[in-house]
């Protein structure tokens, strides 16, 4: 079974602060993305990678970082969170293959900026 | 911009009917089409993908792929209350391997 992780389920943080999410897949996925799902907007891609290193813009990339160290790893950063940050972030991973790779996602990090 | 249309319902059918899901998506070129359903508070989980035209079965869940009128469809046969759920249609944009999600369906069934 595809195990995806997400650091936290919940989190509350300030205006200004710094947030790091965490994605962790053990099942040795090239690709791996992040998503935020605010209701009526449905998921909005971020960012995602396609290998170590690798990073690409998706479509709301204003406000966030990522880093991918490690093939299993992939962080969203926040660099100074505001309150328009406030919402459900999703990371998914996938084999990198030749069209037919499934996304799986993790459980979602439901962040709230104050 | 390429897209994925959904009716966002509520989709309110009784138990044990056939809840009959539609999506349409604007790039022809299109092959790979995945529908998920997605709990209230959770993440989406993956119930069926389909590549090419016809029908796909699994369960009581059939989809339906119709490239030519750019048309995906999710059939779920004798609905069940925790069918309750929303569904969200992806298709994979060919340019770089993302999956473009339309806005979900919400769906309801009464017992």
């Known amino acids: 079974d595809v195990k995806v992780t997400q650091s936290s389920r919940y989190l509350v943080k300030r205006t200004g602060e710094k947030v790091f999410l965490e994605c962790v897949q053990d099942?040795?996925?090239?690709?791996m993305f992040w998503y935020r799902q605010d209701p009526g907007l449905g998921l909005r891609l971020i960012y995602f990678s396609y290998d170590v290193k690798m990073k690409e813009k998706g479509d709301i990339p204003e406000g966030y970082s990522v880093s991918r160290e490690k093939k299993e790893r992939f962080s969203l950063i926040l660099e100074s969170a505001s309150t328009n940050q406030t919402s459900m972030y999703l990371c998914?991973?996938?084999?990198?293959?030749?069209?037919?790779?499934?996304?799986?996602f993790g459980p979602g990090t439901r962040l709230l900026v104050l | 911009q390429k897209e994925v249309e959904q009716n966002s319902g509520p989709l309110s059918v009784p138990e044990g009917a056939i809840a009959s899901l539609n999506c349409t998506y604007s790039?022809?070129?299109?092959?790979?089409f995945f529908w998920y359903r997605q709990y209230s508070g959770k993440s989406p989980e993956l119930i069926m993908s389909i590549y090419s035209n016809g029908d796909k079965e699994d369960g009581r869940f059939t989809a339906q792929l119709n490239k030519a009128s750019q048309y995906v469809s999710l059939l779920i046969r004798d609905s069940q209350p925790s069918d309750s759920a929303t569904y969200l249609c992806a298709v994979r944009d060919n340019q770089g391997g993302k999956l473009i999600f339309g806005q979900g369906t919400e769906l309801s069934v009464k017992p």
């Open positions: 998914a991973s996938s084999l990198h293959g030749q069209g037919q790779e499934t996304q799986y």
């Open positions: 099942m040795d996925h090239e690709n």
């Open positions: 790039d022809r070129v299109s092959q790979s």
